[in-house]
């Protein structure tokens, strides 16, 4: 029986024209280019210290304010100069893993001819991170920081064509086997989205020997297999902070096969993105490189040639904020697990968590809190002199998906603040 020529040319087609994975619809150019200028204003805060995660989020978009990201770039050199000339060492519970490799990558992609003798300083107090992390998995069975930014160092290196410590790599292999990518008891889809492309990095450096090779490979494949697992009815894969990364690991994999998880998942982030639900520039930068289909195994081919100004891309005035609390006030409940604190507060609508916490401090001599600040805002270490890990939940059971800065409880809302498990992510502050 004989095909008909349409059938025969649509099979042809279907061949030769890739259908491209993870494609951001075209109606959307409006939604991304306010998201390039809002991540761009958050540079001209100056009270803020240069992160560098933002810039490298700025320089993979395709549009360019090449003014501003310069600025933006010399302020960061000033660190990446001050960690380059530090000694070699890490302070108790304060490793720099994380931190070291988005200074790498954002090195990388600035096409700065920054001295060589720095970046190869940069690149041994990488090593020795790497190395230091390494030595606490074997002691501990656990990392100094975490396997998120365990990944984004391996990565760092990786796409600045540095062969990684095999023995590093095996670590990280090791724990994607053992399931020990959790983020507060659950799986954390941000860990394995991160390991995935490290791993998908090294292994096309294709500098090890055959038996890790094969290794690496398995765990891609159940990398690939969580992260799809985790799709929820949203389209989200884990949560929709999530799945930024998880996006880019499956543009970094390729592949035809996973293209409808994949649009589910562009249309859960559009949704968000419309909703104003990323305003943290932290979440922005992991975004964009998603919305012009590129991951951050792309910052391997930055091509200096190519970036051009846009003239038309002028952030406005940094001082501008989204959110404006509201004349009418709203009442919130704040209980601290095992301590007994169940109180109301009365606080202006539209309050973040951050000013509820501080109107009680205010208002009730019988609660206290600090502080530390992090690229993503500032995170809760301690509650009525009780240093931790603290988890702010949603009464009754309902973990948050921001942060104190940027939650803005409804009125009537139980806040819950439960200090974490000593066997879990017991954090140091
Ligand atoms: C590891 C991790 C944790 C660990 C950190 C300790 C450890 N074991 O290393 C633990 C489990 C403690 C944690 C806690 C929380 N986390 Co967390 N975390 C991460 C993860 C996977 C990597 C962070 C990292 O190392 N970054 C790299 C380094 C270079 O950055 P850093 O600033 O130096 O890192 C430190 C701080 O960022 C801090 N930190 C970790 N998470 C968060 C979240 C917020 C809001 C803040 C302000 C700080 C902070 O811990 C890091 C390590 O010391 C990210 C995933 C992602 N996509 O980024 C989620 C992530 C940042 N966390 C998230 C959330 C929501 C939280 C919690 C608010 C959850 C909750 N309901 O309690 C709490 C923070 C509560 C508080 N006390 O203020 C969200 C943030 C989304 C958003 N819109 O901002 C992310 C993106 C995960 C997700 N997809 O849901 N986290
Ligand atoms: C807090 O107190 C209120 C009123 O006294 C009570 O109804 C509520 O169950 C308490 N909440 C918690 C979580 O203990």
Redesign the pocket.
């Given at each position: 029986m004989a095909l008909s020529w349409q059938v025969v040319v649509f099979m042809v087609q279907a061949v030769i024209i890739p259908v491209k994975l993870c494609e951001i619809p075209s109606e959307s150019v409006h939604l991304i280019k306010s998201l390039n200028l809002k991540l761009l204003r958050t540079t001209l805060d100056i009270s803020y210290e240069a992160n560098p995660s933002v810039y490298v989020g700025l320089r993979l978009s395709e549009d360019h304010n090449l003014e501003k990201e310069e600025e933006y770039f010399q302020r960061l050199k000033a660190s990446i100069e001050a960690i380059s000339t530090s000694r070699l060492g890490i302070k108790e519970g304060e490793p720099k893993t994380?931190?070291l490799a988005?200074q790498l990558m954002a090195q990388k992609v600035s096409c700065d001819k920054t001295e060589s003798t720095i970046r190869n300083r940069l690149f041994t107090h990488m090593k020795y991170h790497l190395h230091k992390e390494k030595e606490s998995i074997a002691l501990n069975d656990k990392p100094l920081?975490?396997y998120?930014?365990i990944s984004?160092g391996i990565l760092a290196m990786c796409v600045n064509n540095k062969v990684v410590d095999r023995h590093v790599v095996h670590k990280l292999v090791l724990a994607e086997e053992k399931n020990q990518f959790v983020?507060?008891g659950s799986l954390?889809v941000?860990?394995e989205a991160m390991a995935g492309m490290a791993l998908l990095c090294v292994k096309r450096l294709n500098n090890y020997p055959r038996e890790l090779v094969l290794h690496i490979k398995k765990s891609v494949r159940s990398i690939k297999e969580k992260i799809v697992a985790s799709q929820n009815s949203n389209g989200e894969l884990?949560?929709l902070?999530?799945t930024p990364?998880a996006v880019q690991f499956l543009l970094a994999l390729g592949g035809r096969k996973d293209h409808d998880t994949c649009s589910k998942a562009i249309n859960a982030l559009m949704d968000g993105m419309k909703e104003g639900k990323f305003s943290?520039p932290?979440?922005m930068s992991?975004l964009m490189p998603v919305l012009f289909e590129k991951s951050y195994l792309d910052v391997a081919m930055v091509d200096c040639e190519e970036i051009t100004n846009n003239p038309l891309l002028i952030p406005g005035s940094p001082t501008i904020h989204d959110v404006v609390v509201g004349e009418e006030l709203i009442r919130v409940r704040l209980v601290v697990e095992w301590q007994n604190f169940n109180e109301t507060f009365e606080v202006p609508a539209r309050s973040s968590l951050l000013d509820i916490l501080k109107t009680a401090q205010k208002q009730n001599s019988r609660f206290s809190f600090e502080t530390k600040n992090?690229?993503?805002?500032?995170?809760?270490t301690t509650v009525n002199k009780v240093a931790g890990?603290?988890?702010?939940?949603k009464y009754p059971d309902i973990?948050?998906?921001?942060?104190?800065a940027?939650y803005r409880p409804e009125n009537g809302e139980t806040i819950v603040l439960r200090p974490?498990s000593f066997l879990e992510?017991f954090?140091n502050p």
């Open positions: 994380g931190l988005l920081s975490n998120f930014q984004l983020h507060g954390s941000d860990t884990g949560n902070y999530s990364l943290n932290m979440m992991q992090t690229m993503y805002g500032p995170f809760l890990y603290w988890e702010l939940l973990s948050l998906l921001q942060g104190i940027d974490g992510d954090y």
